[in-house]
């Protein structure tokens, strides 16, 4: 069959999945007075629609900050205006000022799970389709399974699609910005990347890896010459970008300390809930939250996050070759999420680490059918076993490390170390769902679930950055058929 | 890997099929649900909480039991399950109760009971006639045959979303159909038969059984030029066949309308697959001209015409005209604005890839202009009746229109393929003998 039909079918197929869960549950579905992420994204656009620019992100009278502020860049602002304009069309109740507050319906759950499925289709699906197609390798079928078990993630469907957020926009610009870079058009993906990021913030966790990318790129083609040509030319793109983005708020500075502020909410300490990343595992031996004032936090935290992101930065700086940069795009952001300030467990967009998230949300059903889906389409189609050799898992910087040790086959060892890891977190799963804690340790499951997850995180980081840095500065010329 | 060129007995893709479609049906577990739910609900309850004498008597809900014994008997055994999940769900009084729990066991229900269904497809795909020369996966009759049975539109939206048990029931009649193409006549009549006792619906199609099994099964030798050899009769075999058919023997003059059509598998049988193209036709019949038929009866004729569609070029047009209009006329049965888009996508991904699939496998072009005009126009009336219709002032006073629209539309594609179909079936007399039974 030909390749135009297989991918429609695939993304027919990802759709109905994403529909089908949209069909579920939302994030505070019936519980005021504060519900949830659903109800934030109605009130922003209640608030764009109804307010001129100037008090969008400001505490007044007719808008109390407290009660869901806009916490992201303008790019959000202006889609929830859009998709204000539509909803006054439709039934202009919900986006009354004011008495919209807690709006509930059929209809407007319809409306809203519409929006996300409209940007979806027209942002994340087609960039997933050309980056499988254009940027990865193997067969056409190849590329086709690429294209459904990326389509088919569990985490993103149940959080923009369960949940409710608008990531696909986010991700899908930022993946325009990796397949339009990939295809050597470096203006367009930078400012792909910059409307990336002026749509969500969290988007910084990519943005060292975009910066170093384009930065080594120029000091390969010679700062003397055609090189600085491209720095600039980049440059002058992301400077225009961002004005134009925040052009509404360029007249006055104090508009863009105040945006400036409410996206980068130090005030609010070093994190929150359960999540998984460094702090909240460590707290559970060194009481730091108590014990450092939140300025210490926020130092601290900056230093170790940018000590971590360093020696995968360098190294994308001296070889900007795409393999590198993919790379890069995963130390980098598994280095802002285990590090950084104030991390939300939404930030890593992975299923099985947000179980107490879905299960508040009544999507248990959804989140093991998705999960289960995806990783035996992974498994199957892309044959993940059989590629379980130690060459394949580019292992061989451990066994130089590993010296010491007794001969043994690390693809098994792998191999084993996975099949234990997802029975552990199906035990946990179904600990978290069927059994009460004990008293006197009433957080223990997503307690739990939170440092066996940043276990794995901090694994997955010194792996990733392990196999980065191995690979040599000069690729050897016989083999020519290295992936890139 | 399941990409490279696979052998001839790696099967490994058809369970990756079977479980796909079945996370696609655990994901619909919350969609909407019709009455059909409640209908089953209160069938659990009647079995399991009242003595046997009392099930075709008890009427405290308005959904009484109307189907035959074995399928009581079935409610009966899922009973004892559903008592795990949530004990209210199964005292009569409890009308309309749909529990969290209730939605969950009654979904996943059908969901398990389609393992039956699952089956029968496998064991279909392995009587299709397989075709020489490398093709790859996707391109062999069996896969495709596999993919249109098991993500089969309507049976999706019948029974996954609207609640029904047809998953199972076809299972039956589907592996009843395989055991005739595999010449293993005892067995289909039993399962028939087993069907039968299911639900009476299938009735309908048993005149295409009774003369089949009479003629080819009880007669074990024709002449040569294909009629029948009255000395060849078996007594041992009739006596056989009606220990376990009764029921199929004394109803086999039914409906008068599919009488040419039967007659056609006395004079000239063409073994198993004529059989099949006669039940194809009965079941089609049935649904064109019997009583108080619902729309969902339409798949009785898709479904075993799958087979035939995978094998012959002439069928594959004519199974393209049929499912697409009508699945299509199954739109109505989910008329709720949620799952409008989980209608059309499946829709539109089962169309896609029967229409792809087929004509790669026939190579060309399977439908003349004026059918693919036909076809097109069925968008045309989704946007008539979903989307203009309802905005506009007659929606109040006209509100039946839409589906007025519909069923007339949809009407003409299904009769045009019974046409065809029976004129195919006919015209198969005296074309060559050779063909292989």
Sequence with gaps: MENWSLVSICVLFGLTARWAVSLNSYSGAGKPPMFGDYEAQRHWQEVTYNLPVHEWYFNTTDNNLNYWGLDYPPLTAYHSLLCAHVAKLINPDWVELHASRGHESYGHKLFMRATVLVADLLIYIPAVVLYSFYLSEGSNKKKVCTVLCILLYPGLILIDYGHFQYNSISLGLALWGVVVLGLGWDVLGSLAFVLSLNYKQMELYHSLPF????????????????GLFLLVKIAVTVLVTFALCWLPFLSDPGQILQVVHRLFPVGRGLFEDKVANTWCSLNVLIKIKTILSTDTQLYFSLTTTLLAILPSSIKLLMKPTLWQFKLALVNSSLAFFLFSFQVHEKSILLPAFMLPLFLKDGLLVPYVVTSLAFLFFSIYLLSAFEHCSEDKLRLGPYRRLLICMPRMDLGRVTKWKFYFSITAMAGLSFMSVALAPPDQLPDLFPLLVSVFSYLHFLGLLLYFNIVQIAEPLQSVRKNQKKSN | SVMATPRADDWSWFPALALGVSFLKCILINAYHSTDFEVHRNWLAITHSLPVSKWYHENTSEWTLDYPPLFAWFEYSLSHVAQHFDKEMLVVQNLIYTSPATILFQRLSVIVTDIVFIYAVKECCRSVREEKGSKDLLGHPFFILAALLLWNFGLLIVDHIHFQYNGFLFGILLLSVARH????????????????????????????????????????????????????????????????????????????????????????????????????????????????????????????FSILAVESREDAGIFLMLTTTGHYSLFPLLFTAAELPIKVLLMLLFTLYSFTSLKKLFRGSLLNPLETTYLLGLVAVEILCEVVYPLSPWQHTLPFVPLLVTSVYCSLGVSYSFIRLYVSLLRQHGTDKHKQL
């Design chain 1, 211 to 226: 910066f170093c990318y384009l930065l080594g790129k120029c000091f390969k083609q010679g700062l003397a010459g055609r």
């Design chain 2, 181 to 304: 193409l595999q010449g293993r006549h005892l067995e289909g009549a039993l399962l028939f038969t087993v069907l039968l006792n299911l639900k009476h619906i299938y009735l309908y199609i048993a005149p295409a059984y009774g003369i089949f099994l009479l003629r080819s099964y009880c007669f074990t030798k024709d002449n040569t030029d294909g009629s029948v050899r009255w000395s060849s009769f078996s007594p041992v075999r009739l006596v056989a066949l009606g220990s376990i058919v009764i029921s199929v023997g004394a109803l086999s003059f039914g409906p008068f309308i599919a009488m040419p059509a039967v007659l056609s598998i006395w004079c000239r049988p063409r073994g198993a697959r004529g059989f099949l193209r006669c039940l194809v036709v009965c079941a089609l019949g049935s649904f064109m001209f019997g009583w108080h038929v619902h729309e969902k009866a339409i798949l009785m004729a898709i479904l075993p």
